[in-house]
């Protein structure tokens, strides 16, 4: 099993242990530990390099191991320690628009209890967060709009809580606590302008788009 550092820690930079290399439709490089974000929990994996070999995408492999992908491996055996360094633009894209969904989600089930966030899809450019509408709401545009503008400006903190690898819950103010195992910014502030796309319902779930501005 990979250990997932990214869990505890938000180094960009560091050192790894390889432990195995696997050439096949794709190749990838495996490591004791990872910092590397894989893709899940609605948020992209991370790219980025480790040696002098650039990682294409991060993805969770069945057996609980972690893979990066590489387009070559190069020279790169098991054994090797090498250093790392995940693509930070790419990552603070990833962890804005992760926590701008958690920030929705929870303006959203305050201002509407008949509203619970159910899944969310943190991609640029696609952007949602679905919600199981157990009673009817009056939720417009205009007002999830206001409501973040408003949770934006307060600077509320992002926690997040519990043990990194059994209990994580990100914490954003009073709003509900949500299991995770993404990376977030530290505050609202960090998370800039949020562009709400627009409310759609559709077999008993509200969805509602988003994007974040000047990424
Ligand atoms: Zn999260």
């Known amino acids: 099993m990979t250990i997932r550092r990214y869990l505890e820690d938000s180094a960009l930079t560091g050192e790894v242990t390889i432990t195995s290399v696997v050439t096949g439709e794709k190749t990838i490089i495996r490591t004791s530990e990872t910092?590397?974000?894989?893709?899940?929990?609605?948020?992209?994996?991370?790219?980025?390099?480790?040696?002098?070999?650039?990682?294409?995408?991060?993805?969770?492999?069945?057996?609980?191991?972690?893979?990066?992908?590489?387009s070559d491996a190069g020279r790169i055996q098991p054994g090797m320690r090498l250093p790392f360094a995940i693509d930070e633009e790419q990552r603070m894209i990833n962890m804005r628009m992760h926590s701008a969904g958690h920030l929705i989600a929870g303006v959203v089930?305050?201002?509407?209890?008949?509203?619970?966030?159910?899944?969310?899809?943190?991609?640029?450019?696609?952007?949602?967060?679905?919600?199981?509408?157990?009673?009817?709401?009056d939720i417009t545009q205009a007002e999830v709009e206001r409501l973040v503008r408003e949770a934006i400006a307060a600077d509320l903190e992002v926690a997040i809580k519990g043990d990194p690898y059994t209990n994580r819950?990100?914490?954003?103010?009073?709003y509900r606590p949500i299991p995770c195992?993404?990376?977030?910014?530290?505050?609202?502030?960090?998370?800039?302008?949020?562009?709400?796309?627009?409310?759609?319902?559709?077999?008993?779930k509200l969805r509602i788009g988003y994007d974040i501005l000047g990424r």
Do not use: Y
């Open 35 to 70: 910092w590397f974000h894989p893709q899940g929990g609605g948020q992209r994996g991370d790219r980025g390099m480790i040696g002098d070999v650039q990682v294409l995408d991060t993805r969770f492999a069945s057996d609980g191991e972690i893979d990066h992908i590489v």
């Open 109 to 137: 089930e305050v201002r509407f209890p008949g509203l619970i966030a159910v899944s969310g899809h943190h991609w640029p450019g696609e952007g949602r967060v679905e919600f199981r509408e157990e009673e009817q709401t």
């Open 169 to 174: 819950v990100c914490s954003i103010d009073t």
């Open 181 to 204: 195992g993404g990376t977030h910014v530290g505050s609202t502030s960090e998370l800039g302008n949020i562009e709400i796309k627009g409310i759609k319902r559709k077999k008993g």
